[in-house]
T-cell receptor, first 114, second 110 residues
Framework: KQEVTQIPAALSVPEGENLVLNCSFTDSAIYNLQWFRQDPGKGLTSLLLIQSSQREQTSGRLNASLDKSSGRSTLYIAASQPGDSATYLCAVRFEETSGSRLTFGEGTQLTVNP | DAGITQSPRYKITETGRQVTLMCHQTWSHSYMFWYRQDLGHGLRLIYYSAAADITDKGEVPDGYVVSRSKTENFPLTLESATRSQTSVYFC?????????FGSGTRLTVV
């Protein structure tokens, strides 16, 4: 079964710290991987999309890496701010699944303390 | 405004009633999806559609019906609502830029 796992489930850091969120997936045959942010009671906001041929993507203070062979992705957040507090979701589109569907991890709930 | 619009944002319904959640996209994305989000289960795919008049089941389709007569609309119907269908429902579409999600519908079945 194709699964996506995110560790840790929750993370609390002081403002200004650099941090890494982890995502692992069980099948290295993927089309792409997408990181989302979800604020409480809100929808999902796309942060970064990494195609299977890419190793990393960057947007501002965010950097996402992809290592297909080891089934891992990391989301690096530089100089964290209280506004970064949210749940971060990793989602994978596996090659073997039909219909362009995504498989989601359960998320990492990040709290950045002032 | 461009994007995905879901309605209603909140809905309370009684057990056994039929309820329809609406989803509209302003693009012409071929693929559209319905997910539900529940504590302890994350996001799970209910149904998806590859194009108008083409739909297929996802991971948890029981108790739900979808239709897609027009590319831009993808309504989700709960034929006879049950308490286990209390959840937050998200509609999404996908393009080469990845997935885009709507703001969600919070459904409570009492």
């Amino acid at each position: 079964k194709q699964e996506v796992t995110q560790i840790p489930a929750a993370l609390s850091v002081p403002e200004g710290e650099n941090l890494v969120l982890n995502c692992s997936f069980t099948d290295s045959a993927i089309y792409n991987l997408q990181w989302f942010r979800q604020d409480p009671g809100k929808g999902l906001t796309s942060l970064l999309l990494i195609q299977s041929s890419q190793r990393e993507q960057t947007s501002g203070r965010l950097n996402a890496s992809l290592d297909k062979s080891s089934g891992r992705s990391t989301l690096y957040i530089a100089a964290s701010q209280p506004g970064d507090s949210a749940t971060y979701l990793c989602a994978v589109r596996f090659e073997e699944t039909s219909g362009s569907r995504l498989t989601f991890g359960e998320g990492t709930q990040l709290t950045v303390n002032p | 405004d461009a994007g995905i619009t879901q309605s209603p944002r909140y809905k309370i319904t009684e057990t056994g009633r039929q309820v329809t959640l609406m989803c509209h996209q302003t693009w012409s994305h071929s693929y559209m999806f319905w997910y539900r989000q529940d504590l302890g289960h994350g996001l799970r795919l209910i149904y998806y559609s590859a194009a108008a008049d083409i739909t297929d089941k996802g991971e948890v389709p029981d108790g739900y019906v979808v239709s897609r007569s027009k590319t831009e609309n993808f309504p989700l119907t709960l034929e006879s609502a049950t308490r286990s269908q209390t959840s937050v429902y998200f509609c999404a579409s996908t393009s080469v830029g990845g997935y885009t999600f709507g703001s969600g519908t919070r459904l409570t079945v009492v």
